[in-house]
């Protein structure tokens, strides 16, 4: 049976625009800071807790719904803690954020953003904002949806897509 993974930071909690509240203009890709920024952004208390929604997260979030409810596919979000595991609460966090917003929707950790492919099994389907996170689900087996930017418009076609390939 096929499962659906939702990534949180980027397609369901806005990292990059709560890092650029603090830090104002963002150098690099809004993946990887540079060290000073990073500093920052790690130590502010429960980092990861307060971060807000994505404009287009409920969105995601009821079409994963369909998939669960509809097609009794599994569902879950699928998140990492930083490479360096140097945000404490980080788990903690993200666990008290997601039974925030999406109570109903279960919750499994890479445990690291390179370790995601590890849950891919052959056609399993990974919504990301992270290039490389699709790459390496591409290259597990399965199948990924990449969220660009701030227009979820395409990804959430191509997930609506999906889904009506399998009513």
Avoid: S
Avoid at 61 to 71: E, G, P, T, V
């Amino acid at each position: 049976m096929t499962t659906l993974y939702i990534d949180m930071d980027g397609v369901l909690a806005d990292f990059a625009g709560f890092a650029e509240t603090i830090l104002g203009k963002i150098t690099g890709d809004g993946h990887k800071w540079q060290q000073g920024q990073w500093t920052i952004l790690r130590d502010i208390p429960n980092l990861y807790r307060n971060l807000p929604k994505m404009p287009q997260a409920d969105d995601v979030i009821n079409m994963a719904r369909k998939f669960r409810d509809q097609l009794k596919w599994p569902v879950y979000i699928l998140t990492a803690v930083p490479k360096g595991n140097d945000v404490p609460d980080a788990f903690h966090d993200k666990i008290l954020w997601i039974q925030e917003h999406y109570p109903d929707m279960p919750v499994r950790f890479g445990p690291y953003g390179h370790t995601k492919h590890e849950h891919c099994k052959q056609n399993d389907i990974l919504v990301d904002d992270r290039t490389t996170n699709c790459q390496e689900w591409l290259r597990a087996g399965g199948r990924a949806i990449k969220i660009i930017g701030r227009d979820f418009t395409p990804a959430l076609n191509e997930m609506n897509r999906i889904f009506l390939e399998n009513v």
